[in-house]
């Protein structure tokens, strides 16, 4: 079938990247390589009937606050979002809970003595929210339309958490808060620009909340591509594009896959300098993941802690910080900080009646092979005593079993590369339009360009632009 456009890979940025080409008007195919649509936001039925596990992404502030997916009708094809009432807790040893809740105005008493500082911190970024995230969902190399909002932003953005969360706040519950934030970014806290994600994801939080999909993240895949089929795109399913061949009918072709597979699929006809570029575009470390199957709601010690959509166990500043700069350094760390999620607690739909569903993962060394179940469990008993206890079933993925799954996943890294300041520049490479190949007609649109990982379909929307201004007039 002759296209316009084909898009290789469905997720939410090649999905995002084929709307916008058929809003314009143009013949879209999606080709996907596996048997299901979604990438990293796919829900499946890991471990028992009726259990229905997140395989990648669990929980959305990205994209409740993406620019792009708010211009679609994606609760009309059935996203339906829930918002925990804590969006976020994390529990400390002494058996309480710092937590961020959307509410930045509402007495927050879980941060004590910080309680302020915290809302000095996160007021000038919430206020400024919609500004900014316009800013900063773009590639690095542009003139900003809000200088101001940036420049306030920049100067604290530009720290290393850890030295930022020591200077704003006295006590350990609101470091260690922040330090759970600023460690989604796989940096280690001590270097620049970690300080960037804490204070994104801790003001969507406080701007969008954290919210989860009702039926999971699969839920916005559906919505995505229900809203594609409706203005008349495709989507293959098994349909892997091994080299550029498999779509030169295409006026232009726009690969969701990250850089250094791109780098295969076009080795032949890439200048070589190109190509070099994108094969030492470094990776993030990688991720080792846990689905449970729980007969009843984890034990948590701490309360706030059963109200939460999102719990990070970590424990203080300091042991997130020791523990991310040991994988930093290729090691696995003896007691990881933990993401978790449990999303049956507010959505019925994902376990049987009266069970639960849990989702778990730690970072760990870039391709690593090491068995995480250990330390994770370990430390989901001590925040939650008795947690083994409601452990029906478990399904484990390490960093060969998520490439396995998703081809992106490369060695375990979430995000199509690392996010140190010089690759938030140069995402693969520096130039306001990184999406564009030296191949005519051919673009990047996956978490390896700006604004980078996440569920927020702004490489492919901003890769879709490119390609119509070069292509379509
Ligand atoms: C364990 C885990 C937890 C995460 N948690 C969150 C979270 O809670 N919130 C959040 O916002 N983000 C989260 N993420 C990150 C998020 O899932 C990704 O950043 C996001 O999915 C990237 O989107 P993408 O479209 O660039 O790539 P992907 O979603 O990876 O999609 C790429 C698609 O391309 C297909 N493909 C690859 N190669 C080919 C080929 N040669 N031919 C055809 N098809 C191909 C793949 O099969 C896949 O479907 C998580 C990721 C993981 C793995």
Known sequence: MKSDAIVVGSGPNGL????????AGCAVRVLEANSTIGGGARSAELTRPGFVHDLCSAIHPLARGSPFFRTLPLEHHGLKWIQPPIALAHPLDDGGAACLRQNLAAPNDSLGRDENAWRQMMRPLVRDWEKLAAEFLQPMLHFPRH??????????????????ARRRFRDERARALFAGLAAHSFLPLDIAGSAAFGLVLGAAGHAVGWPLPQGGAQAISNALAAHLLELGGKIETDSRVENLAQVKEARAVLFDTTCWQFARI???ELPRRYRRRLERFRHAPGVFKIDYALAAPLPWRAAECRAAGTIHLGGSLEEIAKSEREVANGRSPARPFVLVAQPSLFDE??????????WAYCHVPHGSTCDMTKAIEQQLERFAPGFRDCVLARHTTDAAGLERSNSNLLGGDINGGATHLWQLFARPVVSPAPYRTPLPGIYLCSASTPPGGGVHGMCGYHAAGTALRDLFG
């Open 266 to 268: 076009a080795a032949q």
């Open 147 to 164: 200088p101001l909002a940036l420049a306030r932003f920049g100067l604290s953005a530009l720290a290393p958490a850890a030295w930022l």
């Open 349 to 358: 739909s994902r376990a049987p009646h009266g069970q639960h569903t849990l």
């Open 16 to 23: 995002a990247a084929a709307i916008t080409l058929a809003r």
